[in-house]
């Protein structure tokens, strides 16, 4: 198994320019979530999602957008990226319904710079 | 609504002496509780999570915590650090039977282990 991948391991934008963070995951996970890490800031939600066709909004959601098509995928797309953007993104999966408890799995991030 | 407090942003240790990374929490209800280590440049990796049942948890690499509902802790500790145990930890938080509702994670404590 591969695990969580996400794709590109870095990325510089200009402020305006419009990208897609790629998510995948071959453990059959039902539920996958995105995170941003700033300094300071720990981990913090911007989307995730409960099954295909599901998704939902986390604590930073504005600028960004999400869709689950596949189990499997979960990409995040920056709409119009702004210098506040700049973080290491983090992709999660884990299987199951939240009530059992299981531990999500993280990908190794996305660190973006917007100029 | 469920919260994460790491009090302490760094925590320094000698090698071969005990650390303690410190977690309090607050949820209605039970909470389902983990531990994340995330060396540099690398994505979180689940340590332990305490789910039901006893109170003291085992984990990868000798690290244990314990979970106290009265003083809603669920300290870190480990008898011996290692200088290779130097990384940023993440206490999280899930309420028990809570559905697919996402982790809530703490801002994470640097420990260093100095030799």
């Known amino acids: 198994n591969a695990g969580v991948t996400q794709t590109p391991k870095f990325q510089v934008l200009k402020t305006g320019q419009s990208m897609t963070l790629q998510c995948a995951q071959d453990?059959?996970?039902?539920?996958m979530s995105w995170y941003r890490q700033d300094p300071g800031m720990g981990l913090r939600l911007i989307h995730y999602s409960v099954g295909a066709g599901i998704t939902d909004q986390g604590e930073v959601p504005n600028g960004y957008n999400v869709s689950r098509s596949t189990t499997e995928d979960f990409p995040l797309r920056l709409l119009s990226a702004a210098p506040s953007q700049t973080s290491v993104y983090f992709c999660?999966?884990?299987?199951?319904?939240?009530?059992?408890?299981?531990?999500?799995?993280f990908g190794p991030g996305t660190r973006l710079t917007v100029l | 609504a469920q919260s994460v407090a790491q009090p302490e942003d760094q925590v320094n240790v000698a090698e071969g002496n005990p650390l303690t990374v410190k977690c309090t929490y607050s949820?209605?209800?039970?909470?389902?509780l983990f531990w994340y280590v995330q060396y540099p440049n690398r994505g979180l990796q689940f340590l332990l999570k305490?789910?039901?049942?006893?109170?003291l948890v085992k984990g990868s690499y000798g690290f244990e915590a314990e979970f106290n509902k009265s003083q809603t802790s669920f300290h870190l500790k480990k008898p011996s650090a290692l200088v290779s145990d130097s990384a940023l930890y993440f206490c999280?938080?899930?309420?028990f039977g809570a559905g697919n509702t996402p982790l809530v994670f703490g801002k994470g404590t640097r420990l260093s282990v100095i030799a």
């Open positions: 999280a938080v899930r309420r």
């Open positions: 453990m059959n996970h039902e539920y």
């Open positions: 999660a999966s884990s299987s199951g319904q939240g009530s059992v408890g299981n531990e999500q799995f």
């Open positions: 305490y789910i039901t049942g006893d109170n």
């Open positions: 949820v209605s209800g039970n909470p389902y």
